[in-house]
């Protein structure tokens, strides 16, 4: 029978704190363990009745690990635990009810939903449905019924990631949140008022995988239609012949991917089965490029928002932004080049012809680096633009005490010798009469007035004078 796999990477709001599981490992397995049994417990009371089974949620990072004595098989990866922190299994009937489209192929064939949760705020969805009925009930007019079924696929995608998220995800982040009350393994919930709130639940992209029985009469048809857009760079043939002529066995290049089951492992992509390593490979891409393609948006939202900002409090917030993206976008391309070193060789190199036909590098890797530079080099700007103009403020105030003094010293020189001169009382204490004092006091009032007003106006030219120094 041929399969649907739909694969998209969904937006939630969980982010491991930097550093946590190597801080205090023992710990951090800790936690995780703990937690596994409050997370059973209220999923079990989500099961919609006694008879079926609840949803199935695993804390993956409940072990301590090690760097020792790794590589013990030749055949297989040394990822001692695995990159995602929570998986999830889900029946059909757990997501169905919240979406009522009986006419919808891929929810009528639905076999089951999977989810793995990533830190940086990635979570991998995974669905698998029969599409044979469908396809094979009016064989003359497969190419439109393959066109209807990815307009499906990509709308069922995004409204089961919604589902997932809101039903089943949420709930458990919110349990580990409050089991972690001092904050030292999960960072705090994302405020309502953030900008990338109203993105969580929603998928970045879905793609969609066919795994179709070569038995089925019209498997070349859905071939030839399924990836007739796809163009391969490394040779001249259409893909679609090398793989009915044997050449290929599986096409992952862009959203729509295929696999041809030629061994009949179906779909489930089990170890040892055909295609196992394929799909894991194609896991870890999207997890990293989907990571990364969310650090590249915010960083333009940065830099837009760079572009109004006036205020310290905003300039404050932009640059804490900053600091936790560039952060995170350096743990993820580190997680991909340690991970890279324990994978599968297959895997291995599956990922890295994925990663290159995607011009990964070229397009997310370098440009969020410049982004980085240069939301980095416009808050500079802007904060010394704010420091310039609380210095010419913090002078002008200066200023002014300045030209007060003078005015002030003035007329209180002018006063005391005035008092001097007329209180004999005061002569007790003056041994001997002041010239300066006293031509000071002989003076009229104008002449004190317009003499401060010209003194002030020497010190503001000598100060516009050094200002104009600085700044050329």
């Known amino acids: 029978m041929t399969h649907l796999r739909i694969l998209t990477p969904v937006v939630v709001d969980h982010y491991v704190v930097p550093g946590a599981p190597l801080r205090d490992p023992a710990a951090y397995a800790a936690f995780w363990a703990e937690a596994q049994g409050h997370v059973d417990a209220l999923l079990g009371a989500r099961a919609l009745n006694v008879d079926s089974p609840g949803p199935a949620v695993t804390l993956l990072h409940s072990t301590e690990t090690s760097a020792l004595n790794r590589y013990r098989s030749i055949g297989d990866g040394a ?37 793995r949760l990533h830190d940086h705020g990635l979570m991998i969805l995974e ?46 982040l919110t349990l580990l949140r409050d ?8 960072e705090p919930a994302t405020p309502s008022d953030d ?22 009469a019209t498997a070349e048809r859905t071939v030839r239609h399924w990836i007739k857009d796809v163009a391969l760079t490394e040779t001249s043939r259409p893909p679609a012949d090398e793989i009915l002529d044997g050449e290929r066995d599986h096409l992952v290049r862009w959203l729509n991917y295929l696999f041809y089951d030629r061994n009949g492992d179906g779909p489930d992509m089990q170890p040892g089965s055909m295609f196992h390593d394929q799909w894991d490979a194609l896991r870890y891409a999207q997890v990293f490029y989907g990571s990364v393609d969310r650090i590249d ?18 300039l404050q917030r932009l640059k804490d932004d900053l600091t936790r993206l560039s952060r995170r976008a350096e743990l993820i391309i580190l997680e991909r080049q340690d991970l890279a070193k324990y994978l599968k060789r297959s895997v291995r190199l599956e990922l890295d012809a994925l990663m290159g036909y995607w011009d990964y590098e070229q397009l997310l890797e370098e440009p969020v680096r410049f982004k980085i530079d240069l939301a980095n080099q416009r808050l500079a ?92």
């Open 79 to 115: 990822v001692d635990r695995p990159l995602h922190v929570i998986s999830g299994v889900l029946q059909p009937h757990h997501v169905q009810h919240h979406l009522d489209e009986p006419e919808n192929p891929v929810l009528v064939g639905l076999r089951n939903v999977s989810f």
């Open 381 to 472: 700007e802007l904060g010394a633009q704010r420091t310039a103009r609380s210095a010419m403020f913090t002078d002008v105030i200066l200023l002014s005490i300045a030209m007060t003094s003078v005015l002030a010293t003035a007329l209180a020189l002018t006063e005391f010798g005035r008092s001097v001169a007329s209180d004999p009382n005061m002569a007790v204490y003056d041994f001997g009469r002041s010239s300066i004092v006293a031509w000071v006091a002989s003076q009229p009032a104008d002449a004190i007035l317009i003499s401060s007003g010209a003194v002030s106006a020497l010190i503001v030219l000598v100060y516009l004078f050094f200002r104009r120094n600085n700044n050329s």
């Open 179 to 186: 089991l972690d009350r001092g904050g030292d393994y999960l």
């Open 127 to 172: 669905a698998v449905c029969d599409v044979s009925e469908y396809l094979t009930a009016h064989p003359d007019d497969v190419e439109a019924r393959l066109d209807e079924l990815q307009e499906q696929a990509v709308e069922t995608g995004d409204a089961l990631a919604s589902v997932v998220v809101a039903h089943y995800v949420d709930p458990v």
């Open 297 to 314: 948006s915010r960083l333009s939202r940065i830099l837009a928002d760079s572009a109004s900002a006036d205020s310290r409090v905003e």
């Open 195 to 216: 900008p990338q709130f109203s993105d969580f639940g929603h998928s970045l992209w879905v793609t969609r995988s066919l795994v179709v029985d070569p038995s089925e």
